[in-house]
């Protein structure tokens, strides 16, 4: 079992950056793939990106693609989510996830964790 802690959510400017964290507990974090989600206010969450367990493959949804960059780091159990050249429309709580499947998941229902979430606000 894997415990999920997401931190680095705040208010920021459109075009600014954010880097989200995402702490994991347990010593068999490099033998999951992680991902990120997001829900904004009303809608379903929403994939956004994922890592495999050595970080030799990530997958990204279109609306964050060449925007957004997913990374590891295992020795630190813990998976980054770099967010630049924010919208206003990336405005949401965004969710870590874990999976104990190899392969890219990027649906809600193929991740076994999640994390408390953390709130990102974009203003215009």
């Known amino acids: 079992q894997v415990q999920l802690v997401e931190s680095g959510g705040g208010l920021v400017q459109a075009g600014g950056s954010l880097r989200l964290s995402c702490a994991a507990s347990?010593?068999?974090?490099?033998?999951?793939?992680m991902g990120w989600f997001r829900q904004a206010p009303g809608k379903e969450r929403e994939f956004v990106a994922t890592?495999?367990?050595?970080?030799?493959?990530?997958y990204y949804a279109d609306s964050v693609k060449g925007r957004f960059t997913i990374s590891r780091d295992n020795a630190k159990n813990t998976v980054y989510l770099q967010m630049n050249s924010l919208k206003p429309e990336d405005t949401a709580v965004y969710y870590c996830?874990?999976?104990?499947?190899?392969?890219?998941?990027?649906?809600?229902?193929?991740?076994?964790?999640w994390g408390q979430g953390t709130q990102v606000t974009v203003s215009s």
């Open positions: 347990g010593r068999t974090f490099s033998s999951y793939t």
């Open positions: 890592i495999g367990r050595s970080a030799g493959s990530t």
């Open positions: 996830a874990a999976t104990s499947r190899i392969v890219a998941v990027i649906t809600r229902t193929g991740y076994n964790y």
